[in-house]
């Protein structure tokens, strides 16, 4: 924490003295839940928070630095709580006009369009190009360990706006030293039609160590009818699925998914769609209704086969504008194995600045 504390001095004092154009922000959350399960008849709770700051800083013409720290997730009152600070993201940003584009080097933030695959820190160096035959282009060179050994990912994204918005990505990665592992393309496409917005991803893995080939498709849609908003999503994953290393695909559950306001329940989640011996599929409906200008209720039921069904309900309502936001939710969780249902009472809290 001390030279967290020192980091940043330095770097609002070159800022004050005007040696770098420096931007900063930051975000703490704390959130609680209490579940109940039936199979063990045992109630547990617990609380954990999180600090992050992030900077931005122009060093000299078209070089950029960003860095950000975080401290958590951490637990409180446990014994083994870690308030060790954490850098998540520390590259540089270097702009080459004659390509019209940004060169990245470091550890930076990347994510699929669904995060079916990915959606966390990488460390490499991934080129933005603006203009390519008419789509913004990414192409990146990816590291990070996988099953305790080092492992090298290609990335290419390509995305436009016209006619319609659509793009596609593709993955292929190897073990250092070892042999290939995978190649994925996620190609999707976003339609809209007055209120209604529709989001289509289906993907294609080829799985060279298990020689099997994956496939399936995310859905989401969407529609805007005033102060209601209706939606739906659905997840099916073929026999074999898909690869993903470290995926955050939001299904809109908690008990059975990854929720907007508690991403860390998901009991029986687990990435079920990731080389499933087994078509999977999960169904989720959900609204949110504006019940004043500051507060909404939302809620969401789904089905998840060979997991269960599940619904929540909530409120989130803005304390304080563009700062303070809380939100309080609470989900039950019908497992296919009889006497294994939950229910969770969960609340959150966060202010970003």
């Known amino acids: 924490m001390k030279k967290l504390i020192v980091l940043v001095a330095a770097l609002m004092l070159f800022g004050l003295l005007g040696a770098i154009d420096l931007e900063w922000m930051g975000e703490f959350r704390t959130r609680g839940t209490a579940m109940y399960d039936d199979n063990s008849e045992h109630l547990s709770n617990y609380i954990d928070s999180r600090f992050r700051l992030e900077f931005d800083a122009n060093v000299v013409n078209d070089l950029d630095l960003r860095t950000a720290f975080e401290v958590g997730d951490f637990t409180w009152g446990s014994t083994t709580a870690s308030y060790q600070v954490n850098t998540n993201e520390a590259y540089i940003d270097y702009r080459i006009n004659s390509l019209g584009a940004n060169l990245k080097i470091g550890k930076q933030y990347w994510a699929d369009h669904r995060g079916l695959v990915f959606d966390y820190y990488i460390t490499g160096a991934i080129l933005n190009m603006d203009n390519l035959a008419g789509f913004k282009t990414d192409f990146g060179m990816m590291k990070f360990p996988l099953n305790n050994m080092h ?16 793009g596609i990505t593709a993955l292929a990665g190897y073990v250092d030293g070892v042999k290939m592992e995978t190649i994925s393309a996620l190609p999707y496409v976003t339609l809209q039609a007055g209120p209604l917005n529709l989001d289509i991803n289906p993907f294609l893995d080829y799985q060279y160590r298990r020689e099997e080939m994956g496939m399936g498709v995310a859905v989401k849609a969407n529609a805007g009818l005033g102060a209601l908003e209706v939606g739906g999503d659905l997840l099916f994953a073929a026999e074999n699925g898909l690869t993903t290393l470290s995926s955050w695909y939001q299904n809109g559950l908690y008990l059975y998914g990854i929720g907007t306001h508690h991403d860390g329940v998901n009991l029986y989640w687990n990435n079920p769609y990731e ?14 209704y504006a019940v004043c200008e500051q507060g909404k209720l939302f809620a969401a039921a789904g089905l998840l086969t060979d997991i269960g069904m599940e619904v929540n309900v909530g409120m989130e309502r803005t304390l304080i504008p563009d700062f303070l936001s809380a939100a309080v939710f609470a989900a039950i969780g019908i497992h296919d194995t009889p006497e294994q249902n939950d229910m969770m009472l969960g609340a959150t809290l966060e202010a970003n600045f």
């Open 151 to 166: 492992s090298t990912w290609w990335m290419l994204n390509l995305q436009t706006e016209a006619p319609v918005a659509w």
């Open 275 to 288: 080389h499933n011996t087994d078509a999977f599929m999960s169904i989720v409906g959900n609204m949110k």
